[in-house]
């Protein structure tokens, strides 16, 4: 392959990575920013000409002592990939975080901006503390989509889907559920029963 062949390749994934909706930052072992997307400059609130050549504790010494501080550390030592939820006071914002080390030496840090979610998740717990008062559908749902517990409101569902408690769930249910397993993050799922559209919040609880 020749070399205009392999700065072509690297401008097509440096068009790639500007168009992605989280925010990526790569860094140098010193923890000094080399780039940031434009979803990262948003994030952040800051352009990248004013991040370059800056260490992250630098730019934003409020993210020391924080997890996020402690998985560049973790991810540096042990050259793995570091995942975490952290709440970022600075910006206001939930994020999921990914923090992989690179063969430079550095790592790179991807920001997906859960804010949304959270919240969704909250809504979702106040409201099942008291399901069976509930007239919004209530379901909980075993890891392999078993139906473990189903509130009155979830009747309409229920009869749609054909199923009952300690009965599976359809196949596209089961793999929201899976999803949002896997990735720890709630996920949404849209249905219509009962002559109505109902929007679930799909989210992993503990417990």
């Known amino acids: 392959m020749s070399m205009i062949d392999d700065r072509d390749r690297s401008a097509s994934a440096l068009e790639f990575v500007d168009t992605l909706e989280d925010g990526l930052a790569a860094y140098d072992a010193q923890s000094r920013f080399l780039w940031v997307n434009p979803a990262a400059e948003r994030l952040l609130g800051m352009k990248a000409s004013e991040l370059a050549g800056r260490s992250q504790w630098e730019a934003f010494p409020a993210t020391l002592g924080t997890p996020l501080e402690s998985a560049f550390r973790r991810a540096l030592a042990e050259r793995e990939a570091v995942k975490f939820e952290q709440f970022f006071e600075l910006w206001g914002k939930w994020c999921q975080v990914r923090v992989t080390p690179c063969q430079c030496g550095g790592l790179t840090a991807q920001f997906r901006d859960i804010t949304d ?54 196949e596209v249910v089961r793999q929201v559920v899976e999803t949002a397993l896997e990735d720890g993050v709630p996920q949404e799922l849209e249905i219509h029963a009962g002559g109505r559209d109902i929007s679930f919040i799909v989210s992993p609880v503990t417990g």
């Open 117 to 170: 979610s959270k919240f969704a998740e909250e809504v979702l717990h106040r409201t099942a503390l008291f399901p069976a008062q509930n007239p919004s559908p209530v379901m909980r749902v075993g890891r392999d989509g078993t139906l473990q517990f189903a509130n009155p409101g979830a009747a309409p569902v229920l009869e749609e889907w054909q199923c009952a408690v300690e009965s599976r769930l359809p």
